[in-house]
């Protein structure tokens, strides 16, 4: 079992930064990728990023590649999403997960333990 709580969301305005974290408890947070997805109203959850196990490789949706950043502390068991240059667009819940792929998954069926989210609102 893990235990993700994301932190960091907020109102902002267009060209604003925010960062999300992600604190992870339970089994061993290195043993995991993992990704951040986002999920605005009336649409389906979409692909934001993933990082690998030692956050040595990222990957990233087309949509914010550029202006996110994935990173990862496994000391401090938490993941981050560094989001700079927002757009109304990126208006979402955000969430994190682990997957337990050996690559780095795109879709949340590739993802086993999520977080509660965090709500993200961007002013034009």
């Known amino acids: 079992q893990v235990q993700l709580v994301e932190s960091g969301g907020g109102l902002v305005q267009a060209g604003d930064s925010l960062r999300l974290s992600c604190a992870a408890s339970g089994r061993t947070f290195s043993n995991y990728v993992m990704g951040w997805f986002r999920q605005a109203p009336g649409k389906q959850r979409e692909f934001v990023a993933a990082?690998?196990?030692?956050?040595?490789?990222?990957y990233y949706a087309d949509s914010v590649k550029g202006r996110f950043t994935i990173s990862r502390d496994n000391a401090k068991n938490t993941v981050y999403l560094q989001m700079n240059s927002l757009k109304p667009e990126d208006t979402a819940v955000y969430y994190c997960?682990?997957?337990?792929?050996?690559?780095?998954?795109?879709?949340?069926?590739?993802?086993?333990?999520w977080g509660q989210g965090t709500q993200v609102t961007v002013s034009s």
């Open positions: 990082i690998s196990r030692s956050g040595g490789n990222t």
């Open positions: 997960a682990t997957s337990s792929y050996s690559t780095l998954p795109t879709t949340p069926e590739q993802y086993g333990y």
